[in-house]
């Protein structure tokens, strides 16, 4: 998040306003602190990791993203940084779902005191309308209302509904005679590498693994592994960029490996699929912080291109959530065509 919000200030605050006249003087990068040359200071922090605020003090919040805080973030670390002060704050963020972000809107609109409510929609902004209208008509109903016009819904924090009406059952060890289908999205920088196997008759998660920081070679391992443990279960990847050198290393190692490019055409398709599924309660999964998390919050992002962009709000990963779309997308018979293994043990049949 920082990373991202520096550009725009450096863009937006002259050098000449900065203490010493300059950025690199009066930015601090180890403890993300912009100094004035009022000597009023700038705090930028991330909620990933929201208790890094707990000891300030402010004289006034500005709360990106707001919708996506979780309660824990807003009442027990950022709030009381307002009391002392009584400081004003400033909330953005489009609606995703009847959360923290619903409430205080909905104090505002109510006419409570010390409370100011604003409503823009994407036609407001400086894309041209032709291209919203385009892109808008690709879109389900709900999610157009939500990223669009920027409107409360039930049930609705992001692009897949009913989430938690899904969320049932546990992980569960391979079964005799039973066919398995693997998702994997490989890590890319600081991202996790993640696999999630579905079993193809219940259509259920059963095995989940996120890891990060681990060689090439190690990652080739684990997916190997995995495939073998599920009876030589399909392994549909992300073979765009990156993921080509581990694509080419299972397949010549016999693992049952498929590769799916990503483009934003197919990832589109891959969305829509999981989509249906969830809202449909065509899959399930046991209640996994993080894949569940991820799919609450997963979005369809208008660019200022007037196009869309699916996936994880800045700042949060989606590896979860694209994992599971990958499984999902095979085990549905989208993919590409099931991949025999030359030899097949006996006790597979």
Known sequence: MRDQVVPEL???IPNEAVKGGSWGVGYNKSEHILTMGNDAQIFLRSMENADSVRPLSVAGLIAEEFSLWTPYAWNECVRPTLMAKA????FIFTPKGMNQAYELWDHAISGAEGHKAFHFTSYDG???REAIDAEAATMPEGVRRQEIYA???EDLGGVFIGVRKCVAGDLEEPKYKETYIIGCDLAKTQDFTVMCVLKRSSRALVAFERF????????????QAMSKRYYDATVLLDSTGLGDPIFDRLRSLGAPVEGYKFTAESKRKLVEN?????????IRFPDIPELVNELEI??????????VRYGAPSGYHDDCATALMLAAWKLSGSGPPVYTPAIKDEGYL
């Open 274 to 282: 999981l989509s249906l599924a969830i809202s449909q309660g065509n």
């Open 212 to 223: 990060s920081q681990l060689d090439w070679e190690f990652q080739v391992a684990k997916v």
């Open 87 to 90: 400081a004003p704050a400033l």
């Open 151 to 153: 409107e409360f819904l």
């Open 10 to 12: 450096i863009k937006d």
């Open 126 to 128: 400086p894309v041209p």
């Open 298 to 307: 997963y979005a369809a992002e208008q660019l200022p291109s007037g196009g």
